[in-house]
């Protein structure tokens, strides 16, 4: 028989440590704040290897939560994503947001009409959509 005043208390969960706001400002900048699978707004940050304490910019990738979701999903009949997928959808869509950024200051350059800029941007423009072609296929 339990006297009164016993009950036990609920356990706490340990608190995870927060990424360092150097190392997480750093993956989300170079992603654009976009989820590396689907690109839409990304709001979450997922490691790679499934480390928690593991902040290594390599092992951290930017995802929306409905991609997060299907990244620890396990069921059956469902192929989740492996660590190297994951690392090759956050490395080319690093690259193309690498490409973004130099198409976007380029276009910036007031006045600058010449054919070897025109030429860069065309060429710049071309790499992308292969790029993207590659990641549907």
């Known amino acids: 028989m339990k006297s ?5 208390k609920p ?29 839409k707004h990304a709001t979450q940050i997922n490691h790679i290897d499934g480390d928690r304490s593991n902040w290594n910019f390599d092992n951290l990738i930017p995802l929306c939560p409905s991609c997060h ?8 009949m469902t192929q989740g994503y492996t660590t190297s997928q994951l690392k090759m959808y956050r490395d080319e869509w690093i690259q193309t947001c690498q490409i973004l950024r130099v198409v976007a200051a380029a276009q910036n350059v007031a006045g600058d009409q010449t054919l070897e800029f025109r030429m860069t941007i065309k060429s710049l423009d071309r790499r992308v959509r292969g790029l993207e072609e590659r990641r549907h296929r």
Do not use: E, F, M
């Not at 009164?4 to 036990?8: A, L, Q, V, Y």
């Open 4 to 8: 009164k005043g016993t009950h036990s």
């Open 69 to 76: 979701g299907k990244v620890h999903t396990n069921y059956q």
């Open 11 to 39: 356990k706490r969960l340990k608190r995870r440590a927060r990424i360092p706001k150097g190392v997480k400002d750093k993956i989300l900048v170079a992603c654009r704040h976009c989820c590396c699978i689907c690109h």
